[in-house]
């Protein structure tokens, strides 16, 4: 068993290099770049919209209040009617990625110290790198793909996204488990 306070510099180490990959993954790739469409008449929709301000969130049309509503004939006319649509409102100004930045940073150490924890319990100091590389990369590869899935399933995400991104995580899974194996006290 490998404590924990003994992998900071793996657990960093990995999160940097996962850092750094999804940037030349994102900015150099680009094949993400077509992952969301531009609305037909995007400057009509964004003038309809404005004059009711809608705050910062998630939100569903048409919305039903209860499953009794949603068995109704108005509802099912509405969601027939359409549009029906999952959308996320940001809040306006101007375009920073810094703090979209940090946090991913932040999730990645996050999954590292998951990695770092089921790998230091299951194998002990000088493990062979394989094995090391098995725990810390199966274990990254779900904390940065698996959750991807349900957007497709119960949200409508475009499966082409999500398998696009389940595979960002398999990248960043074989990333995370070969710095796991390279520097594993």
Not at 2 to 30: D, E, G, K, Q, T
Not at 64 to 88: D, F, Q
Request: aromatic share 14%.
């Amino acid at each position: 068993m490998v404590p924990l306070p003994a992998l900071w510099l793996v657990i960093l180490v990995s999160a940097v290099a996962v850092f750094l990959i999804s940037s030349l993954i994102h900015m150099a790739l680009r094949y993400h770049a077509n992952d969301y469409r531009k609305l037909p008449d995007e400057d009509g929709v964004m003038n309809a919209l404005r004059p009711f301000a809608v705050p910062p969130g998630d939100y569903m049309f048409p919305r039903a209040g209860s499953m009794k509503e949603m068995g109704t004939p108005e509802y099912a006319a509405k969601h027939r009617a359409g549009p029906v649509a999952l959308i996320t409102v940001l809040p306006p100004g101007k375009l920073s990625m810094t703090g979209s930045l940090v946090l991913w940073f932040v999730y990645g150490l996050v999954i590292s110290v998951c990695a770092g924890y089921i790998a230091g319990r299951a194998l002990a100091p000088g493990a062979h790198y394989l094995a090391v590389f098995r725990f810390a990369g199966a274990t990254a590869f779900l904390g940065y793909a698996a959750a991807q899935w349900q957007n497709s399933i119960w949200f409508g995400r475009a499966w082409r996204t999500t398998l696009k991104n389940t595979f960002d995580g398999l990248i960043y899974g074989l990333v995370t488990g070969g710095v796991f194996g390279w520097l594993w006290p």
